[in-house]
């Protein structure tokens, strides 16, 4: 091929010409650009050569030849990449769920601050010197996601992994880009990740790096800036969005010190090209992002260990520098009081404080968290699946305990001010219907939208919620006591945070069976023991109050079918449902000697599994006999004699 002396631009290396200009192999021949002096330089094919032509004999493109891309390895099933992102976006509906997902890759990176701006900036000048021309409309708003920990080559591969699961076989991990990453593509179409001195760059519709993409099928390319420095000079106009931005100096040849998501936002034109999604994103809908973020984070770092800061800033689209980006929330994780391990670590139990900032508020809020392994059901479970060499998830559970500060530093319950929550480590959206906040190891579905509920996974989710939920729950409940008993916490009552049966949800049904079975024979404090009259079959649990008490106490009744409690009765007055759904009235009554009846009355027809406990334990049972009695009003009270 004839060959001739390209027209690089002044000060730019390679100028619009490199990104399509083919070259050939030949002699040598001297550029005089100060960018390529580190190296030889091809010829290039003459300009008067179509590139279409020089491509089709098989010639390489010069800005391939100079960014030396690694392209991605398709992976999986041989269904287009394209096809498998749309399913995959079926199961994410919400487009908050790529927050959680950043928040997860954090995380699991061991990274302490994750940090997010809304980029409405967009470009008003023609763009040259890109790495492809299609790239030019990946110069508008964007979403970017920063964190402060650094990828391993392993994380590199994996997210590389198109679509593809791979998560599978790393214990401990929340959700380390397996299919969750692929929610970006909700609002992006190229995104791209930058660690260190690598670059990864998206495109699985094939649309904006098509030049330098092989073959049909490869979703994106790997650069890699510190063996190619020359990549950042040769095509700066490409990295200019970020320079700035959460410390990052390209397109200065520095590594940078974390990992830098960008997500630019589709626009209206790509949308109606993406194989992907065909949804555009405007600024109203970019601010409405924001908003959902700020409803629904509150709670992300209550179960983390590592990230302790979550943040959201915007800026401007006539921002002239990051500097200008505006705060919209900040919320922080600390520790206030460290209550030791409750047995070994990896348990923990603490007073955590979560803070929010909204512009000019500020919001706190406390819990009293325990996480802890299981060790019963659970772990034997784990045991038996690892020595089957199957992939297993650390039996491990926690709660949380919502608590308030008082003007003189002391801690109180704070009772019934929002719903009890599930997390595997973030929260899940499924209802338990429990009055606290519910952590567990779970085999969770692969949307994080629910639990698995059959086979194997199903099974150790209730390993879970029968051993290590109840054991985090009661040794919760424990540092109450120990709390008020040092004088720290207020307004204390034994049953504070026990499950009510008539609102609990399945499966965490089996955590509130374990939990009330476990109860008898447990020190509540204030003098108090829980103690069944009977130990056999069902029993109505009894409260022995402590002497001069006075206090109106709390009896449950358990299924003498079972062993699942139908029901409690807090105060003098309670509804008492049974398995059947079918509730009565009951009361609370003190006897001599400090002993407690439930009864309910008769008109109501009462539980069948509750009258069944009295006929089925009429006589002598172990020195405990029951009587049914029927008194004037109508009452048909259970009574021990």
Wanted: contains cysteine; negative net charge.
């Amino acid at each position: 091929w004839p060959t001739t002396t390209p027209r690089w631009p002044p000060g730019t290396g390679l100028g619009s010409c490199a990104q399509g200009c083919p070259i050939s192999e030949g002699t040598p021949a001297l550029w005089g650009a100060s960018a390529w002096a580190e190296e030889d330089v091809q010829e290039v094919v003459h300009e008067a050569v179509p590139c279409s032509t020089a491509v089709f004999l098989g010639t390489e493109l010069l800005s391939t030849r100079v960014l030396g891309p690694e392209p991605f390895t398709a992976c999986g099933l041989s269904e287009p990449i394209t096809l498998r992102l749309r399913n995959i976006l079926r199961e994410y509906g919400e487009e908050g769920d790529l927050f959680k997902e950043m928040v997860q890759n954090a995380e699991d990176a061991g990274a302490t601050v994750c940090r997010f701006l809304l980029d409405l900036r967009r470009c008003r000048k023609p763009i040259t010197g890109l790495l492809d021309p299609g790239m030019a409309a990946c110069h508008g708003p964007a979403l970017w996601a920063y964190n402060n920990a650094l990828f391993t080559e392993d994380d590199l591969r994996n997210i590389t992994q198109v679509g593809a699961a791979t998560k599978e076989h790393q214990a401990g991990q929340i959700g380390r880009f397996g299919l969750g990453f692929s929610c970006v593509y909700r609002i992006t179409d190229v995104p791209a990740v930058l660690s260190g001195a690598t670059l990864l760059i998206f495109d699985p519709n094939g649309t904006h790096l098509g030049n330098h993409i092989p073959k049909s099928g490869c979703p994106g390319i790997r650069l890699d800036f510190s063996t190619r420095p020359r990549i950042l000079r040769a095509f700066a106009e490409q990295f200019q969005p970020y320079r700035g931005v959460f410390g990052c100096h390209l397109p200065e040849p520095r590594a940078f010190p974390g990992t830098l998501f960008r997500l630019p936002f589709r626009t209206e034109e790509e949308a109606v090209a993406s194989q992907i999604c065909s949804e555009a994103f405007g600024t109203e809908r970019i601010r409405s992002l924001g908003t959902g973020f700020i409803d629904s984070s509150r709670l992300l770092l209550l179960f983390l260990r590592r990230v302790k800061e979550l943040s959201l800033e915007m800026l401007p689209d006539m921002a002239t520098s990051p500097e200008d980006a505006v705060s919209l929330a900040t919320l922080q994780r600390k520790k206030i009081q460290d209550l030791g391990a409750p047995v070994d670590p990896p348990s923990w139990a603490a007073i955590e404080q979560l803070t929010a900032h909204e512009k000019a508020s500020k919001t706190t809020w406390y819990y009293l968290v325990l996480v802890c392994q299981g060790d019963g059901e659970s772990l034997e479970l784990f045991h038996q699946r690892t020595q089957a060499g199957l992939h297993n998830l650390s039996p491990m559970a926690g709660v949380a305990l919502p608590l308030a500060l008082t003007a003189d530093g002391k801690w109180v319950p704070r009772i019934g001010a929002e719903e009890g929550q599930v997390f595997c480590h973030l929260p899940i959206p499924v209802v338990s219907g429990l009055p606290i906040h519910v952590h567990g190891a779970f085999s969770i579905l692969s949307n994080r939208k629910g639990l698995w509920d059959t086979a194997e996974q199903g099974e150790w989710n209730r390993a879970l919620l029968r051993d290590a939920v109840p054991a985090a729950w009661l040794r919760a409940l424990a540092h109450l006591r120990t709390l008020h008993e040092a004088g720290e916490l207020k307004s204390y009552e034994y049953h504070v945070f026990w499950p009510d049966t008539s609102t609990a949800r399945y499966p965490f049904t089996e955590a509130v069976a374990r939990f009330y079975q476990a109860v008898p024979g447990i020190s509540l404090g204030q003098g108090c023991r829980v103690t069944p009259y009977l130990r056999a079959g069902g029993s109505l649990l009894a409260l022995t109050p402590g002497m001069g008490s006075g206090r109106t106490e709390h009896a449950a009744l358990l299924s003498p079918v079972c062993g699942s409690p139908l029901g409690c009765a807090k105060g003098l007055s309670s509804e008492v449902t049974s398995d059947s759904g079918r509730g009565c009235c009951a009361s609370v009554d003190h006897k001599d000697e400090g002993r407690v009846a439930l009864t309910t009355a008769e008109s109501c027809c009462c539980c069948p599994e509750f009258l069944l406990l009295a006929r089925q334990h009429q006589g002598s049972v172990g020195r405990l006999p029951w009587e049914r009695r029927t008194q004037p009003s109508g009452e048909c009270p259970l009574l021990p004699p």
